[in-house]
């Protein structure tokens, strides 16, 4: 399970583990020491994990309680080998960890990605951005794809969980992260996007809390560029070990 801090004193955790620590149920997921369980309400994530690169543990709860969920499947691919599932674009978060000062609430979302075929195999680039709304939320996906294709959805989320697809407003640059990231978003015409907070900065992926205008609304979010021709570099996988450990089972394998 990935949970990531930002700001002083930030800590990873992503351990890579076997078969025999995974578990799931209807309404739980179980990964070595942490869990996700959907209660009917809201979704309650413990986690209990090593960090990287400081030695140590993280443990805490997130609760996220969505204003309401969607049914929203948009496939990424012609052939649907990948799909994309906002299911809860505008919610409520609490974050309890046991360091002084590290709980919070908020607004957040909660979506996920689901494929058959490796991600450097259909896709060269994308980026993807979530940004919060008066009315709810905006969510741009653009991407091309290795056959030469382009993606570009764009949606609005309305608090009670209406979807509608709209059109995206152009594309805007954004100055390329510390690895030379190329980044861009959507904006009114006119009206330059920003960086406002880095939070991940990697050789092919950058995230980061960008400020852009969507159709009349300063809006911020979160916002991510995923460059796949440096992924899928084999000088570069390699390097995934340092952050990404590897454990067979668990409890043995803690």
């Known amino acids: ?19 025999a620590a995974l578990h799931t149920t209807g309404d739980t997921l179980r990964i070595g020491p942490s869990q996700m369980h959907w209660n009917g309400d809201a979704l309650l994530i413990d986690f209990d994990e090593a960090t990287l690169p ?7 709860r997130i609760t996220l309680t969505p204003a309401a ?18 299911f809860a674009p505008v919610s409520r978060i609490r974050v309890e960890i046991d360091r002084k000062g ?52 764009a949606l609005h989320v309305d608090r009670d969980g209406t979807v509608t697809q709209r059109t995206a407003p152009p594309k805007a640059p954004l100055r390329r992260s510390g690895w030379l ?33 969507l159709h009349g609304e300063v809006c911020t979010g979160v916002h991510e560029a995923l460059d796949l021709d440096r992924f899928r570099s084999p000088l570069l996988k390699p390097m995934l070990a340092v952050k990404v450990p590897r454990r067979r089972g668990w409890p043995a394998g803690r």
């Open 102 to 153: 590290w709980s919070w609430e908020g607004h957040g979302y909660f979506d996920a990605n689901f494929g058959t075929a490796a991600l450097e195999d259909d896709f060269s680039y994308w980026t993807w951005g979530r940004f919060a709304a008066r009315d709810g939320a905006h969510l741009f996906y653009d991407a091309t794809r290795r056959d030469g294709s382009d993606l570009g959805l």
């Open 54 to 60: 400081h030695p140590g543990r993280l443990q805490g």
């Open 69 to 86: 969920l969607t049914g929203v499947e948009a496939a990424l691919t012609p052939q649907g080998t990948h799909i994309w599932r906002p």
């Open 181 to 213: 990231v190329r980044r861009e978003t959507r904006a009114d015409p006119g009206h330059p996007a920003r960086q406002v907070k880095p939070m991940l900065d990697a050789p092919f992926y950058t995230r980061s809390v960008v400020e852009t205008r």
């Open 1 to 19: 399970m990935n949970v990531v801090t930002y700001g002083p004193g930030g800590r990873w955790t992503m351990t890579d583990r076997g078969a």
